[in-house]
């Protein structure tokens, strides 16, 4: 969207993405984009994102990302000797999806399907809640989890892999405490 307003584009990817992010940006050369309107500064987001953050040339900042890394931002651009930057920040929260009787089963399956499994839940929008009515709750879960039975997992380069890898060991070693808290407090 900055691009498109006609303002000139540094990105810093994720320090677990420059691969992807470098490929995104060289497509976007190949396009047409113009160099000088877009670039890649890629490295750690405590070194880089922090001097392109509290730099006065910078005008605004987009991030998709931890609340912990917004916070930072926000306190970066804030302590600048410059006008205020403008700061879009999606962080992880806990997206519920709501469900009631006159919703359409093959619908709803499709979209928590998408929504909790697509980026193998993580992006900041993935579905963490889903709250059926009574009712019809068997018959929506039970779909569900046959959907969900049928997902592959494995390399996303294959075209049959429906969800990939978590984004590194540190995300792993989260989702594992999270199970095993789980399934002292949940029922599956």
């Known amino acids: 969207p900055a691009i498109a307003a006609g303002c000139a584009v540094v990105v810093k990817p994720a320090d677990q993405t420059p691969a992807i992010a470098a490929l995104a940006v060289k497509t976007l050369h190949r396009a047409g984009i113009p160099r000088a309107a877009l670039q890649l500064v890629p490295g750690k987001g405590s070194v880089v994102g922090a001097r392109l953050t509290s730099d006065p040339r910078i ?15 926000n306190r970066s651009l804030a302590a600048r000797d410059a006008p205020l930057a403008a700061f879009i920040a999606e962080t992880g929260g ?13 619908q709803v399956v499709k979209d928590v399907i998408r929504s909790a499994f697509h980026s193998a839940g993580q992006r900041c929008s993935a579905l963490r809640l889903l709250l059926v009515q009574k009712e019809v709750a068997d018959k929506f879960i039970g779909m569900i ?16 892999t429906h969800i990939g890898p978590v984004i590194d060991e540190e995300a792993k070693e989260r989702l594992e405490r999270h199970i095993e808290k789980m399934k002292g407090i949940a029922t599956l």
Do not use: Y
């Open 145 to 160: 989890a046959g959907a969900a039975r049928e997902l592959k997992i494995g390399d996303p380069r294959n075209v049959a």
């Open 59 to 73: 005008d605004g900042v987009a991030l998709t990302g931890s609340t912990e890394t917004a916070r930072r931002i």
């Open 94 to 106: 806990q997206n519920a999806m709501i469900v009631d009787s006159s919703a359409l089963p093959e």
